[in-house]
Each structure stands twice: as structure tokens, then as C-alpha cells.
């Protein structure tokens, strides 16, 4: 699906309302370990305002057709990305939005000259097959997914 990346924070949703509405029914859909703040499971909603009020975090969303369909976390260091949560509405799910997304997310990386990782706790078989074939690998020192 050709998607386009559209960085989400609250200040987006006053001009974009149906964008709170999209990440929610993105969160809605996720299992629960995808709504996990501080190892506490939250609501969708709880989740996307909770996730948004921290310092220096924004969800990189996949848009289509003026909808997002799937989102990351990211938290935002000086000299890099922490990326966290993907998920995917299910009726767009393996379609490769999950893959396009991160790859948008890995170019605009790449122009703000920082690094991405992906770190490793919590993540499913599915998820660690997925950043493998996107270029990330182990890094040995942290056990976090690193984009080579």
C-alpha cells in the first residue's frame, strides 16, 4: 500500500481530530503488550495521550487515503531513535505497511543523522523477523535491534 509518514503529536490532533480517533483504533486493535507503558497495559486511548505527554515522544503514523493504518512510538534522543509499539489495523495488516513505515521512518532518520534502535524486550518472533529484514541488527553490547 503506498503510504506516506506523518509525525503525530497532540498539537496535530487540534488539526487533525480523526487522527486521535485512527491511533486509537490502531491501539484498539493491537494485543495488549502493544499498550504497555511502564509495564502497565492501558486502554488504547490511555495509551496514545499517556504515551504523547512524555518528553520527547511522537508516534510516526503510516497515512492513507487521510487515515493512519499503523504506528510506532518514537522517543526521541539527541543522537538517536527509540522505536516502539508498531502496530497495524488489522484490516490493513500483510499488506507491508508495517515495512514501508519503518522504512520511512529509517529515511527520515537518516536526515537527521540519527540512530534507530528497536529495543528487544517485548518483542514477538514476528517482530525480531521483521527488523532483521529491514537491516537492523543485534547489537551484542545492549541486546537492542540496531539499524546497520
Avoid at 42 to 48: P, T
Avoid at 93 to 102: E, I, K, Q, T
Avoid at 103 to 121: N, Y
Wanted: charged share 20%; hydrophobic share 45%.
Amino acid at each position: 500500500m503506498p503510504v506516506l509518514m506523518q509525525q503525530v503529536t497532540t498539537e496535530v490532533f487540534q488539526s487533525h481530530p480523526v487522527w486521535a480517533e485512527d491511533l486509537q483504533k490502531i491501539y484498539t486493535e493491537a494485543n495488549e503488550a502493544r499498550r504497555c507503558l511502564d509495564e502497565q497495559v492501558l486502554e488504547a486511548g490511555d495509551f496514545v495521550t499517556q504515551a504523547l505527554e512524555r518528553p520527547q515522544h511522537w508516534f510516526a503514523a503510516a497515512l492513507f487515503n487521510e487515515h493512519l493504518i499503523g504506528a510506532v512510538l518514537v522517543e526521541a534522543q539527541p543522537d538517536l531513535w527509540l522505536l516502539r509499539h508498531l502496530c497495524v489495523r488489522e484490516v490493513t495488516r500483510r499488506r507491508g505497511v508495517a515495512s514501508r513505515l519503518m522504512a520511512l521512518v529509517a529515511a527520515e532518520g537518516h536526515a537527521q543523522s540519527v540512530r534507530l534502535i528497536v529495543p528487544a524486550q517485548g518483542l514477538t518472533l514476528a517482530d525480531q523477523v521483521l527488523v532483521e529484514r529491514l537491516g537492523y541488527r543485534i547489537n551484542t553490547q545492549t541486546g537492542d535491534f540496531e539499524l546497520s
